[in-house]
C-alpha cells in the first residue's frame, strides 16, 4: 500500500495546515503530519472508527506548544497546545465540547497509554507520534506506506531537533511529562528510531 491522507480534504484539514505551516519548522511540521498519518493507517489496519478531522486537527497542532510563539513558562507543552486547538477551533465555529475534545486529545499524547476503547482520538496521536518520534510499532507498517510516506514527508533532522526541545522543556518545567519522558530515556529511543536509519 502507498501512502494516502485518507482522503481527508475540508476547509477545516486545510486551515489546521497552514496555520502549523505558519508556526512549526518544516521538520516538526512533517512530523506532525506523520503522526496523523501513521495513527490513521494504524485505524485502517485494525477497522477502528474514529472522527478523522478532529484527529488530524489535533494531530496538526499538537506540538505548537513546543514553538516560540506558544511556548508557555507554566504549562506543560501539551496544555499549551490544547489552548491553542481550543482558540483555532473556537474560530471555525465547533462547539465547546467539540473544541474541549481537541484539547483532550493534545493533552493526552502525553500522558499514560489511552486504549482505543476509551479514547480513539488520542489513542491513534499516541500511536501516531510514539511511531514517528521513537518508532514504536513502524515494523508493523507496510514498508511501501512508511516509504511514501517519509518520501512526501521527510524527516529533515527531525530526531535531534524534537529531542532538544524536550530536553529544554523538561529543564524548565521539572515537573511536566516531557521531563518525565526525557528521565525515561528518551534520547535512547529517538536515536535508534529505525525512520532514521
Not at 493507517?41 to 488530524?56: K, S
Not at 514527508?153 to 532538544?164: E, I, K, V
Not at 515537573?175 to 530515556?185: L, P, T
Request: aromatic residues 10%.
Amino acid at each position: 500500500m502507498t501512502w494516502t491522507l485518507h482522503d481527508l480534504d475540508s476547509d477545516t484539514a486545510r486551515s489546521a495546515f497552514g496555520i502549523a505551516s505558519e508556526y512549526a519548522d518544516a521538520a516538526l511540521l512533517n512530523h506532525s503530519v506523520r503522526s496523523y498519518a501513521f495513527g490513521a493507517e494504524y485505524a485502517r489496519v485494525h477497522g477502528l472508527t474514529y472522527d478523522a478531522e478532529l484527529f488530524y486537527v489535533s494531530a496538526l497542532l499538537h506540538d505548537l506548544g513546543l514553538t516560540a510563539p506558544f511556548d508557555s513558562h507554566t504549562l506543560p507543552f501539551e496544555e499549551a497546545g490544547g489552548h491553542v486547538a481550543r482558540l483555532f477551533t473556537a474560530g471555525l465555529g465547533w462547539p465547546p465540547a467539540r473544541r474541549a475534545r481537541a484539547e483532550e486529545v493534545i493533552v493526552l499524547h502525553m500522558r499514560d497509554d489511552v486504549t482505543a476503547a476509551e479514547d480513539v482520538e488520542s489513542h491513534l496521536l499516541q500511536v501516531g507520534t510514539s511511531a514517528d518520534v521513537s518508532g514504536l510499532r513502524v515494523a508493523d507498517f507496510d514498508p511501501a506506506f512508511v516509504s511514501g510516506l517519509l518520501e512526501h514527508h521527510p524527516r529533515l533532522g527531525f530526531g535531534p531537533s524534537f529531542l532538544a526541545l524536550v530536553e529544554d522543556q523538561a529543564a524548565r518545567k521539572p515537573a511536566c511529562a516531557a521531563a518525565s519522558y526525557v528521565a525515561g530515556g528518551a534520547a535512547k529511543r529517538i536515536a535508534a528510531n529505525p525512520l532514521d536509519a
